[in-house]
């Protein structure tokens, strides 16, 4: 980390979040992480570093005022002194007594009457009404910064970072973790540093919002390319239409080709919000960027619509998307301007065989004719017949999509909605439709309830297509289990991950193991906060999205399809054994003798070698020994993959049956097997 150096302490330069070069003592920062009320917080980090005088001055911006001129420095000794400057610069100020080397400390700008900065020097045993005092200066302090304080340990009301003896600083830090819990708030010790009279450091104190019950609802969009799947899922989370020319997909949009060819190669995802009785909540403003945030106290349900590539070389994008979100419900999206497609027909099998209810928008009703429009439903009716799915059920407006979704649920039909972007028919509909799932599945009993169960199996919602009927274990002692599909890097914060919680919950301080690394072990990490929908959290249960920052981990070593699981029931494995059978509507048999494919389960896409003494075929189970080559992955019996063989254009899933556990590999052995 970068530092400020000036004679005999050292500066940690995140402190005053401008660039300095490298170099100039030590500075030790350390991230401490309490269990405030079991809640997280959030961590206000800087950039650089800059010399003494420049970081005091920049600083001061920090509280919306000019730095006096007392505080004002230039990077030469022999400059003029300025009005309100000390002639002589060995003179120690009256007010620092006879502690030792306090001259020669920075200084911060004096401690401001308002805002949300605080300043002491030490918080040590204090008194039970001192204490009250304290929490509520603090509640003052949260309450001027928007629910975010900044205290600074070790440093004078005149500034002056001085520093206080190591026992002095962790009780005073104690002391504060004791104030924020007693305003139901989580604080972080996020900076350290080293003064003259010892150390000292910043320390972030965030309110934190009460547990909260709302749903975490996901819904997929599949379908195949240019068939208008993010128009829909970004005029869904709005209230605008599209104009026609693709503006309303440019918020799901993430990277400049997907803008410039109007083709989506990653996940994007837009927010809708929906109150109890199903009911869509509009945003405040209508156009929100990707991954937006509703804060509204109505707010029941929170869905997260994921736009999926529709183009055939983006499959394990799309496949790791159906799987690694664990979705409610898939829309498939069909244009009656291209038909129903190779990519279509694949992803209704893979929705079939996942048993993930499925649902059809007939995108761009407005720009064909009916005839058109009626030779597209009468393809995909086909393709859902042919996947084992219910008959397809016109749902015409909002009023129907009640009892089109219980139909959904009980497998016997599959609702069917003409919609379009441009002209707005059929969006109220779609909504609908989409809020009725969630109440659906509230009276059915829940979310998490049902998946916390089983690890890896997909949820049983409905009759199943197909009859692989490979159970997962139940487990009588829950713990908590989560892919890494996202990785994130932040300034001044560790690796944070991304996923949905399979299994257990997770709460800050809870200590897990993050892997396979590449020689198969697993690394030992903390939790230091958790989000949910932008906002942090006391805990994340199963069925949930969460991000949660870590504490251990070697930012290097992060990668996707990782697990975040509980201590002692991590398990790494190279080779395991699975019941596998083909796509629904796949035809023709597979060989699979020394079969190279691709295994898809989430986040994780690796290139395996697969082996069956028979054909692997749609209409009967074969047991398939899977290798993975060089790296092993953590997967249990239960769990449920994807597969897919490029060459001979097949693409099959299977069950997990049984594992062979993985020894860590020697960096050595590891390096050689890579260079070979």
Sequence with gaps: ????????????????????????????????????????????????????????????????????????????????????????PTEKPASLGNDRGVAACNRLPPEPQVGNIEYKLKLCDKTAGRFQQLVTQMRWRLDEGDGTAIYMVGVTDAGLMVGIPERDFDKSTQTLFRMA??????????????????????????????????QDERVVFIGDAQSGKS??????????????????????????????????????????????????????????????KYHCSTTARTVTLFDLPGDPKYYKTTFGGIMGRDPDLAVLVVSPTIGVGLMATELVGVAAALQIPLAVIVS?????????????????????????????????????????????????????????????????????????????????????????ATVGKAPTLHTPATSLEVAAPLL??????????????????????????????????????LGPLDDGSFCNVAVVRVHRNGEPCRHARAHETATIELAGAVPTDVRQGQVLVSSGRAVATTSLTASVRLLPLCKGELEADSLQAVVIRGGMKRA???????????????????????????????????FRANRRGFTGYGVVTAVTQAAPVAKAALHLARSV
């Design 364 to 452: 761009k009703c407005d720009t064909c004719p009916q005839e058109l429009v009626d030779a597209t439903l009468r393809g995909v009716a086909e393709i859902c017949t042919a996947a084992g799915l219910g008959p397809m059920l016109a749902v015409d407006d909002a009023d129907c999509a009640a009892a089109a979704v219980a139909a959904l649920m009980g497998g016997t039909a599959t609702p069917v909605i003409c919609a379009s972007s441009v002209t707005g028919v059929g969006i109220k509909a779609v909504r609908a439709l989409i809020g009725a799932v969630g109440v659906n599945m509230a009276g059915a009993g829940g979310f998490a309830d049902e998946r916390s």
């Design 181 to 214: 819990k007693a305003n139901h708030a989580g604080a972080v010790v996020k900076t350290t540093w080293m003064g003259p009279n010892g150390r000292g450091g910043q320390v972030v104190v965030t309110n934190l919002p009460e547990e909260s019950h709302r």
């Design 231 to 292: 128009s829909l899922a970004a005029v869904l989370s709005s209230t605008e239409i599209d104009d026609g020319r693709g503006r309303a997909r440019l918020d799901l949009f993430r990277h400049g080709h997907e803008i410039r060819s109007g083709r989506t190669s990653s996940i994007g995802a837009a927010t809708m919000a929906f109150d109890e009785a199903g009911g869509f909540i509009s945003p405040k403003q209508s156009r929100k960027q990707f991954n937006s």
């Design 608 to 642: 395996v070698v697969m082996s069956a003494a028979a054909p692997i075929t749609a209409g009967s189970d074969t047991v398939a020994t899977v290798a993975f080559d060089l790296r092993p992955e953590c997967m249990r019996a239960g769990d449920t993959f994807l």
């Design 476 to 513: 009588a002692d829950t713990f908590f289990e989560m892919q890494v599909q996202d990785v994130f890097a932040v300034t001044d914060a560790g690796p944070i991950v991304g996923g949905v919680v399979r299994t257990g919950a997770v709460g800050i301080g809870d200590r897990l193991e």
């Design 1 to 88: 980390m970068n530092s400020v150096s000036n004679g005999a302490i050292d500066v940690p330069a995140a402190m005053f979040g401008v660039e300095v070069a490298d170099g100039g003592g030590e500075c030790r920062e350390r991230e401490m992480s309490v269990a405030v009320g079991e809640s997280a917080t959030n961590i206000v980090g800087g950039g650089g570093g800059g010399d003494v005088g420049v970081a005091s001055a920049d600083l001061f911006g920090l509280f919306g005022d000019e730095p006096p001129e007392e505080s004002r420095n230039t990077s030469k000794r022999g400059s003029k002194s300025k009005k309100g400057r000390r002639k002589n």
